[in-house]
């Protein structure tokens, strides 16, 4: 659940067919970070013990919905095709470029696994706090 002293976080929602929840965070690139830790979250992803592996995601977009729904989208090709998840994200973000150096491992659990994030309902909102946006994953 949401704690209005919490800066950062996600929540799921009730969503009747697929999976939703809601992401807020103080600026922009620490909304990226907790939107990948929702999608950790909701997948049950779990990494296995070993070596680290290091990736970088780059993108330019016509907006910032468009660079979420870009960068979560990589991180679920990744966990199908790759097996790999990430838990540690550096995120740079200016205007409509998206710089993302990411540190993770081999999965050794992926419990749900997500098909595709979609654009419904998907709008990122500037909050006295900071941001929010609601995803909605299909599953």
């Known amino acids: 659940m949401k704690d209005k002293a919490q800066a950062a976080g996600f929540e799921e929602l009730p969503h009747t067919a697929d999976w939703a929840m809601r992401v807020w965070a103080e600026d922009l690139p620490s909304l990226f970070v907790q939107a990948a830790r929702g999608l950790n979250a909701l997948s049950g992803a779990r990494l296995a013990h070993g070596q680290r592996i290091r990736r970088a995601f780059t993108d330019e977009a016509a907006d910032v919905e468009d660079l979420l729904v870009a960068f979560l989208s990589e991180l679920v090709?990744?966990?199908?095709?790759?097996?790999?998840?990430?838990?540690?994200?550096?995120?740079?973000?200016?205007?409509?470029?998206?710089?993302?150096?990411?540190?993770?491992?081999?999965?050794?659990?992926?419990?749900?696994?997500?098909?595709?994030?979609?654009?419904?309902?998907?709008?990122?909102?500037?909050?006295?706090?900071?941001?929010?946006?609601?995803?909605?994953?299909?599953?």
Do not use: C
Not at 91 to 115: C, D, H, N
Not at 117 to 135: A, D, F, P, S, W
């Open 77 to 139: 090709f990744l966990q199908e095709q790759e097996n790999l998840g990430f838990t540690e994200f550096d995120v740079r973000l200016e205007k409509v470029q998206l710089s993302v150096q990411m540190q993770g491992a081999l999965l050794q659990e992926l419990e749900k696994p997500i098909k595709a994030v979609t654009y419904h309902n998907l709008r990122i909102m500037k909050t006295e706090n900071g941001y929010e946006v609601q995803v909605v994953f299909d599953v």
